[in-house]
Every structure is written in structure tokens, then in C-alpha cells.
């Protein structure tokens, strides 16, 4: 008997399987990974569910959500929370993707950790069927810490699982969860996973994404979270790297065929890189770049590179009132 198990990392996933593979149930774990996660590294997926997968002894598949899940963040069908995160849609993707799974292994059901009335939008009762229904697991998922206040579901009924041996957790707080850990001996890196579109400052950049660029690329995607984003036009946007690490991000991301990246040479500055140019650049480029500078009163040599090649000088700054306007 095989089930597929959504591992976040967290406290609750982790705990929702052990109570399975307890009973007997040979698990495969299920990690989605997004550039918008907090705790995702880019080649093994959650690093905090690689390591609960290790000590939970089971398998860990891992998923990368493409340019369709971030066609449901443009457009959810059932709004978003606090900024850009649309968490039902996001259970509905997560889930139909865990019964393909599911099928394609010969498991016979679905492990969540979700926990009755702990998020506001995605966790209400009402919300829990919805998103069963919606991506047609009704009936198959199992929310193991949550059971006994929940209807019985088909491993329930059939005797798969014990219905006495699961649980009835409620509530935002996880004190039980983290009594239950603790008697068990089992380590949670990740308490609660993190999604970065509840943040309002990438909240903004992605709106403004949508907004001006219908092409976005994953690339687009992952740059959302480095360095400075400035509008400077409708057509026009410039990422000025923070620091020396963030310079090395945004030439890894580079296209000399399609892309602009500007380097401050001497004195040292940030790059700057504009991704699908086609144009003239703007003086106001070299205005923000002057001022990201360490340069104060002396010319600024600037390296430019990408579909325009070239090399010179420049003495300005921006206003900070104006630069201030463009800020993303």
C-alpha cells in the first residue's frame, strides 16, 4: 500500500507522515519547488525537506512549478491573500500534481499536513473541500493531524489507516505538533514554510511584471528577488545589484544577445542589467548607475556590454526624489 505525501519540510508535513508510515504505509514524499519559497535550494529542492525525507526514511520526488503555475498567479481563479499569493489556486495546482503522482506509482491516496483553521484563507473547513473538489482528490486525501474532525476518507473506511491512531488539531498554534515532536525525537528545520509573495515588496515587482512584460520567462521570475528594480518607462526596467554576489547573479542571467549588463568600473559600482532591450539607453541609466557608484565628484567609467558594446564616461546623478518614483 503506497500513498504520495506533500513534505514541506515543516513541522505538520512532517509529523502527518510519520503517522501514516507508522501504520504500515510505504510513502513517497512530494516537494514543489518555486523561486517565491523561502527555503528553496535550486537542485535539491526544500532543503528542510530533504532532511526530514532522510530521517523519515522515505523517498523524496521533487517538482519545480513552471511558467504554468505563475500563469495561475496572474490569474487566480480564487483571488489572492494578503498580496500576491494565491493559496487557494496554489493547493489546487499542488494537489492535482500529487494525484498524477499518485497514479503514475500506484498509490492509492494523498498525505497532506494542513491543519484545520490554521491559515485564514486556505485552511477553513469549507476551503478544505473546496480545494479537494477543485482538484478532484476528494475522497483520497488524507489530513492526518486533522482526521477526526474531518469526514472519514476512503483509507479511513477501507481500513488502510486506523481512524483511532490519527488526530484532531485544530487551530493556528502548534503546541501539540511541537509536544508530539519533541516526545518523538523529531527535528523540524523548517517550523513553517515561507512564501515570498505574501511579501509586499515582491508583491509589488510582480504585479508590476505582469503589468509590463506578457512574455515573462522563469528567468524574469527568479530575477524578482535580486537587487534594485527600477521602472524607468513602460518598456523599460533596470536591476541594480546590492552587492558583489548579486553582480555575479545577474551576469550568470545574462544574454549578450538579448540583454544590456552595465558595470561600473572605475570607481567600483554595481552591474546593472535590462533584460530584452531594444533601443537607445536612456541617460537615465547612467544616472542610476552613477549614483549606485562610489564615484562623488569624479567621472564615472562605465563597461557596457550585451547587444550594445561600449565604454565611457559619465558625471551625473539622478534626483533622489526622482529615483525615489521609480523604484519598484
Given at each position: 500500500m503506497k500513498a504520495i505525501a506533500l513534505l514541506s519540510g515543516g513541522l505538520d508535513s512532517t509529523l502527518a507522515i510519520k503517522l501514516v508510515k507508522d501504520q504500515g504505509i510505504e510513502v513517497i514524499a512530494l516537494n514543489f519547488t518555486s523561486p517565491f519559497c523561502t527555503c528553496t535550494s535550486k537542485n535539491s529542492g526544500c532543503s528542510a525537506a530533504a532532511k526530514s525525507a532522510r530521517e523519515l526514511g522515505i523517498p523524496l520526488k521533487v517538482i519545480a512549478k513552471g511558467l504554468d503555475y505563475f500563469k495561475i498567479v496572474e490569474n487566480p481563479k480564487f483571488g489572492y491573500g494578503s498580496n500576491m499569493n494565491p493559496c487557494i489556486d496554489c493547493r489546487i495546482y499542488i494537489f492535482k500534481k500529487a494525484k498524477e503522482l499518485m497514479e503514475e506509482v500506484g498509490a492509492r491516496f494523498l498525505i497532506s499536513g494542513e491543519v484545520v483553521g490554521q491559515r485564514p484563507m486556505s485552511q477553513t473547513r469549507h476551503t478544505l473541500r473546496l480545494i479537494e473538489k477543485?482538484?478532484?482528490?476528494?475522497?483520497?486525501?488524507?489530513?492526518?493531524?486533522?482526521?477526526?474532525?474531518?469526514?472519514?476518507?476512503?483509507?479511513?473506511?477501507?481500513?488502510?489507516?486506523?481512524?483511532?491512531?490519527?488526530?484532531?488539531?485544530?487551530?493556528?498554534?502548534?503546541?501539540?505538533?511541537?509536544?508530539?515532536?519533541?516526545?518523538?525525537?523529531?527535528?523540524?528545520?523548517?517550523?513553517?514554510?515561507?512564501?515570498?509573495?505574501?511579501?509586499?515588496?515582491?508583491?509589488?515587482?510582480?504585479?508590476?511584471?505582469?503589468?509590463?512584460?506578457?512574455?515573462?520567462?522563469?528567468?524574469?521570475?527568479?530575477?524578482?528577488?535580486?537587487?534594485?528594480?527600477?521602472?524607468?518607462?513602460?518598456?523599460?526596467?533596470?536591476?541594480?545589484?546590492?552587492?558583489?554576489?548579486?553582480?555575479?547573479?545577474?551576469?550568470?542571467?545574462?544574454?549578450?544577445?538579448?540583454?544590456?549588463?552595465?558595470?561600473?568600473?572605475?570607481?567600483?559600482?554595481?552591474?546593472?542589467?535590462?533584460?530584452?532591450?531594444?533601443?537607445?539607453?536612456?541617460?537615465?541609466?547612467?544616472?542610476?548607475?552613477?549614483?549606485?557608484?562610489?564615484?562623488?565628484?569624479?567621472?564615472?567609467?562605465?563597461?557596457?556590454?550585451?547587444?550594445?558594446?561600449?565604454?565611457?564616461?559619465?558625471?551625473?546623478?539622478?534626483?533622489?526624489?526622482?529615483l525615489k518614483s521609480m523604484i519598484i
Open positions: 477543485e482538484a478532484g482528490v476528494e475522497d483520497i486525501l488524507l489530513r492526518p493531524l486533522s482526521a477526526k474532525l474531518l469526514p472519514p476518507t476512503l483509507p479511513e473506511r477501507m481500513g488502510w489507516i486506523d481512524r483511532d491512531k490519527l488526530l484532531s488539531i485544530s487551530g493556528r498554534g502548534r503546541s501539540e505538533q511541537i509536544k508530539i515532536a519533541k516526545n518523538n525525537n523529531i527535528d523540524y528545520p523548517c517550523p513553517a514554510g515561507g512564501c515570498l509573495l505574501t511579501d509586499k515588496f515582491i508583491a509589488n515587482r510582480v504585479r508590476d511584471l505582469f503589468k509590463f512584460k506578457k512574455d515573462y520567462d522563469l528567468d524574469d521570475i527568479r530575477l524578482l528577488k535580486i537587487g534594485r528594480h527600477i521602472r524607468i518607462s513602460k518598456d523599460l526596467k533596470v536591476i541594480v545589484a546590492r552587492d558583489e554576489n548579486e553582480c555575479v547573479k545577474l551576469k550568470n542571467t545574462f544574454d549578450e544577445k538579448r540583454d544590456i549588463i552595465i558595470c561600473c568600473v572605475e570607481p567600483k559600482g554595481p552591474y546593472l542589467l535590462i533584460k530584452d532591450f531594444n533601443g537607445d539607453i536612456p541617460e537615465t541609466v547612467f544616472q542610476i548607475a552613477y549614483r549606485y557608484s562610489d564615484a562623488i565628484v569624479e567621472p564615472l567609467l562605465l563597461e557596457i556590454d550585451g547587444v550594445i558594446k561600449s565604454r565611457l564616461t559619465y558625471t551625473k546623478t539622478i534626483d533622489e526624489e526622482t
